[in-house]
């Protein structure tokens, strides 16, 4: 493990794990100079002692390939203890492990070889999902039984509480937000994950796959919410019994 030094206390720290030293040595010094305090770990089994000994961290870079064990591997290792952002690093051409890993939990990816300041762009974007600054929280929302929290990025279902990632929640929260409306994907997109939506991009479609799994999970009957999709507009949060519709 290495660190970059920091002058203050208050950057927030990315834990980048990634094979390629020479890679990591470009991130790490470019990350550095936009303000972030940054670790480094050379494969899965550093980066997961290290958040286990309570490493500090607000967002985990992870490469997909790498040697002793895989990202894939690591982020569902990951997700058994901690609720951490990820970003995956993936090949340009690897569609699968990208939705294989939002599917285990990833909060984002980016494709290698990847621009360090659309790389930065990424990081914020995640920390601004999961951090106030300072500014006022938004206060607890409830509807058709599900409770949202933003403070804590928290939510339960009729009391049952539900493990949501970063990207997931604000997902579920912008879709509260506008219960009965349908929401297209590229508005979801930039409003959950900060970018425009590209050509053949899932990130929406896998994240609301997951939420509507955990959505099931606690409430069987499926009497409560749910989320519709809407062909070739986008999706909807609707309060009463589902429809045969996907």
Do not use: W
Request: aromatic content about 4%; charged content about 25%.
């Amino acid at each position: 493990m290495t660190t970059m030094p920091n002058n203050t206390h208050d950057q927030p720290n990315v834990l980048l794990v990634d094979d390629d030293q020479h890679l990591c040595q470009l991130l790490s010094e470019y990350l550095t100079g936009e303000g972030f305090a940054v670790t480094t770990a050379a494969d899965g089994e550093q980066a997961l002692q290290a958040l286990r000994d309570n490493s500090r961290a607000d967002v985990m870079v992870l490469d997909i390939m790498m040697p002793k064990i895989s990202g894939l591997d690591v982020l569902k290792q990951l997700r058994q203890f901690s609720s951490l952002p990820v970003i995956m690093l993936t090949g340009r051409g690897d569609d699968i492990d990208r939705i294989l890993g939002l599917e285990m939990g990833a909060d984002d990816y980016l494709a290698k070889p990847c621009n360090p300041r659309e790389l930065s762009a990424r990081i914020k974007a995640v920390l601004r999902r999961t951090r106030t600054n300072g500014e006022p929280a938004a206060s607890a929302k409830t509807v058709g039984g599900l409770t949202l929290d933003p403070s804590a990025l928290s939510a339960s279902l009729d009391g049952q509480s539900l493990t949501l990632t970063g990207a997931e929640f604000r997902v579920l929260q912008l879709l509260v937000e506008h219960t009965g409306q349908v929401l297209s994907k590229e508005f979801m997109t930039e409003q959950v994950l900060q970018r425009k939506l590209t050509r053949y991009d899932r990130s929406i479609d896998v994240h609301v796959s997951r939420i509507r799994q955990k959505l099931a999970q606690a409430q069987p009957n499926q009497e409560g919410l749910h989320i519709k999709a809407v062909r070739g507009m986008g999706y909807q949060l609707s309060i009463g019994p589902t429809s045969d519709e996907n």
